[in-house]
């Protein structure tokens, strides 16, 4: 009895070992690789071209008509610890989301705090339209006031510390050290009081942990003003004749 | 009669045996290629840049892309056509149309799968799923559990594609999306660990389902300098039986695959081109009769 199991069993191993070998297995000899730059060198496919022209046009009818001239190139990596173009950004949001935020509340932004990541692109010197605004802030974040305690202050310091990083600020100074750790942080000319609270303007994004922002993080209160980064961008370069940007020394490292 | 069935087989099986080696000299010339090629964070360029671009001028465009993917599968019609992730965001189509007419246009070219970056979820999870009617090509994410939201059953964990015979299987891994991505946007998405789930699906592509050649599309990124962050070659040295990752997120141009040895000595090859439509990634695997013993004896020209 046993000897028949085993003989069936070995039986079995010898079908399946044939069942999966099929007689010439394949492997894989050689392996090329390479990249192929898409350029002018490749005709556009006619039938691809036609298929977006309609979208194109629609866009461009919205996204290319002027709205103020930038006297210089400005780029987010010139600069240390503030750059011309993250000053201005941050600033325009003070200046466009302050009085939404005074309408509704009845209180003052302290500061404003977003991401160096965040802008996207660099502004050519010459004409800015929509188009500016898409290629600076292409993602559909929103602009929202956080009510922050002095303890979270303290924690946002320190992500400030360790990141080195020209995060655009407005309406609060910062100086560090060589190693980067605060000597001296002021919010309207006044040491950070970590007895009160402050109002930070910043993206929804940043505000829900992105960028490990995490102090942004079940804030005291959190009010929404429903108007979208771009949205302030486009609206301040249509308020704007010509774009006003520099380096200052509201962020800055001493010797 | 079954009996004399089992005499025959198992002479068979004992004449491949002892020829072994020598089986090669008596093959067919039955070399077959298999063309993969590749794209990543596309990030919803259409369009190709103007000639003023100061970076990459008039580099990209889907309807070159459109062109030379043509060409090549005219060549070649044992083609896969994959992307990495991010094919949403950094143009105004994305803003304007919320990624319609980016899987459209993939469609038209045929891609064959995409994995899922985190720019993806940009217009949260009900914004992808409104445009996967779109899309005639599969999204392929293994380490993405969505069963607790509206993708569930939009994905597939692996999927296999056989081209003249040869059995591709194809996996796909996302970013850690907590920190990246907004948690009102991804949802309930539980994000699994990439080497516990890599080594669940080369398993099964590998050893169950046989496949021929295993292939991860990964929007994990290329490589950082924390070595504790999971990466393309991280992964690719932590696990065994991937021969080609295909990766994303980092923005890293390679002007040529790079080759990486996993756990079991044998090599695998990490690629990734940049960023926007501006490079076509294409790596031909050359199949024949020749078994190598070793991976190493693959000879691989990159």
Redesign the interface.
């Known amino acids: 009895m046993k000897l028949r199991f085993y003989t069936f069993f070995i039986?079995l191993i010898?079908?399946s070992?044939?069942k999966?070998?099929p007689?010439?297995?394949?492997?894989?000899?050689?392996?090329?690789?390479?990249?192929?730059?898409?350029?002018?060198t490749?005709?556009?496919?006619?039938?691809?071209?036609n298929?977006?022209r309609p979208?194109?046009l629609?866009?461009n009818s919205?996204?290319d008509s002027t709205l103020a001239y930038n006297p210089q190139n400005l780029s987010i990596r010139d600069g240390k610890l503030n750059t011309a173009l993250g000053n201005m950004i941050a600033d325009l949001v003070m200046e466009q989301a302050n009085p939404i935020f005074k309408s509704r509340t009845g209180k003052n932004i302290d500061f404003v705090l977003l991401n160096y990541g965040g802008i996207?692109a660099?502004i050519?010197e010459g004409n800015v339209s929509t188009?500016t605004g898409?290629q600076l802030m292409?993602?559909?974040n929103d602009i929202v006031i956080v009510e922050l305690s002095g303890k979270k202050m303290l924690e946002m310091l320190s992500y400030l510390e360790d990141a080195k990083i020209a995060h655009p600020i407005s309406g609060i100074q910062l100086r560090v050290d060589k190693k980067f750790k605060t000597i001296n942080a002021t919010i309207g000319n006044k040491p950070i009081d970590k007895e009160r609270t402050y109002f930070v303007a910043t993206s929804?994004?940043l505000q829900?942990?992105?960028?490990?922002m995490?102090f942004f993080n079940e804030p005291l209160n959190l009010y929404t003003i429903d108007y979208k980064l771009r949205n302030a961008i486009i609206d301040y370069f249509q308020k704007v004749d010509t774009l006003r940007a520099a380096i200052d020394n509201r962020y800055i490292q001493t010797p | 009669m079954k009996r004399r069935n089992f005499i025959t087989q198992t002479a068979a099986t004992g004449a491949f045996i002892g020829l072994g080696g020598l089986s090669v000299s008596f093959s067919k010339n039955t070399k077959k290629q298999i063309t993969i090629l590749h794209t990543n964070d596309v990030h919803s360029h259409i369009e190709p840049f103007g000639p003023n671009h100061p970076k990459n001028p008039s580099m990209g465009g889907v309807a070159r892309r459109a062109t030379l993917i043509q060409q090549i599968r005219a060549e070649n019609p044992n083609t896969l056509l994959l992307d990495a992730g991010d094919m949403f965001q950094g143009t105004p189509y994305f803003n304007f149309y919320g990624g319609e007419l980016e899987f459209k246009l993939m469609s038209k070219m045929k891609y064959d799968a995409a994995t899922i970056g985190n720019h993806d979820f940009d217009n949260g999870l009900s914004g992808l799923l409104a445009q996967m009617p779109h899309a005639n090509f599969d999204f392929i994410s293994s380490n993405y559990d969505f069963s607790n939201t509206i993708l569930d059953g939009q994905t597939s964990p692996h999927k296999i594609f056989v081209k003249d015979g040869i059995k591709i299987g194809i996996f796909g891994l996302g970013v850690e999306l907590k920190g990246l991505v907004n948690d009102n946007l991804y949802k309930e998405t539980k994000y699994l660990d990439p080497v516990e789930i890599a080594t669940d699906m080369t398993k099964i592509l590998k050893q169950d389902k046989k496949c021929d050649l295993v292939i991860c599309l990964s929007h994990l990124g290329y490589e950082y300098k924390n070595e504790s962050t999971i990466s393309d070659v991280q992964l690719a040295t932590r696990t065994k039986d991937i021969d080609l990752i295909i990766g994303g997120h980092t923005h890293t141009f390679l002007d040529k695959p790079t080759i990486h040895q996993n756990l079991k000595g044998k090599k695998v090859l990490v690629n990734q081109v940049g960023c926007y439509g501006l490079y076509l990634g294409r790596i031909d695997f050359y199949l024949d009769e020749n078994k190598n013993i070793e991976g190493s004896g693959v000879s691989i020209s990159v």
């Open positions: 039986l010898f079908i070992a044939c999966n070998n007689p010439a297995p394949l492997s894989v000899s050689t392996i090329n690789g390479k990249r192929i730059p898409i350029d002018t490749i005709a556009p496919d006619p039938e691809i071209e298929y977006i979208y194109t629609h866009l919205t996204l996207r660099d050519g188009r898409y292409p993602f559909e929804d994004y829900q942990g992105g960028d490990s995490f």
